[in-house]
């Protein structure tokens, strides 16, 4: 079955810094991918997805990730933070066999330290 | 706005109740997804509708189900409640069903079981 794994529950960086979210997945076919973020007492905004063209994948509000298939990873970056990007970050998986059901990661929340 | 809306926004009801969601989908939009966030869960795919008829179910317990309207709109009934089923719950929908695209999400359903 697929499923989405994200180290680390809590990153905190200084306002700045960089980002890195990280996310690997598990699948013998490589899947769609996507990058949710979710604002407190909000619902979910995509911030990028992956569909099998360019390997690194610009989104919204500066973010991007690179998918690399020999390591099953998708990890998010932003090259510096800022305080409003201060969220629970999901990353999330789809289209094995078909199926267009999100499989998301546990979450990662994001602190920015000023 | 992803343009998926949801009411009610909160639910407080006691156990052994019955509730109706509604999620009324973006414009164009065939798919409906609902999803649970639990704390102990996290995001969890229960059930896709595709222009009225069910394409998936996740894991969505026996005493919830779902349909979609013939003007696209669906609703999630949750009965017998018992309090683990406090959670949020989100409505997402997406395009013509056949490729696997991104999802949008409505801002969510709070339901409160005490």
């Given amino acids: ?114 | 706005d992803s343009g998926v809306t949801q009411t009610p926004k909160h639910l407080i009801t006691a156990t052994g109740q019955r509730v109706t969601l509604r999620c009324s989908p973006r414009s164009g939009d065939l798919s409906v997804y609902w999803y649970q966030q639990s704390l102990d869960q996290g995001l969890q795919f229960l059930i896709q509708y595709y222009n009225g008829e069910e394409r998936a179910k996740g894991n969505i317990l026996e005493r919830f189900s779902a349909q979609q309207f013939p003007d696209l709109h669906s609703e999630l009934n949750l009965s017998s409640l018992e309090l683990g089923d406090s959670a949020l719950y989100f409505c997402a929908s997406s395009g013509d069903g056949r490729g696997v695209g991104e999802q949008y999400f409505g801002p969510g359903t709070r339901l409160t079981v005490t």
């Fill in chain 1, 1 to 114: 079955a697929q499923s989405v794994t994200q180290l680390g529950s809590h990153v905190s960086v200084s306002e700045g810094a960089l980002v890195l979210l990280r996310c690997n997945y598990s699948s013998s076919v490589p899947p769609y991918l996507f990058w949710y973020v979710q604002y407190p007492n909000q619902g979910l905004q995509l911030l990028l997805k992956y569909t099998s063209a360019a390997t690194l994948v610009k989104g919204i509000n500066g973010f991007e990730a690179e998918f690399k298939k020999s390591e099953t990873s998708f990890h998010l970056t932003k090259p510096s933070a800022h305080m409003s990007d201060a969220a629970e970050y999901f990353c999330a998986v789809s289209g094995l066999e078909g199926a267009q059901k999100l499989v998301f990661g546990q979450g990662t929340r994001l602190t920015i330290n000023p």
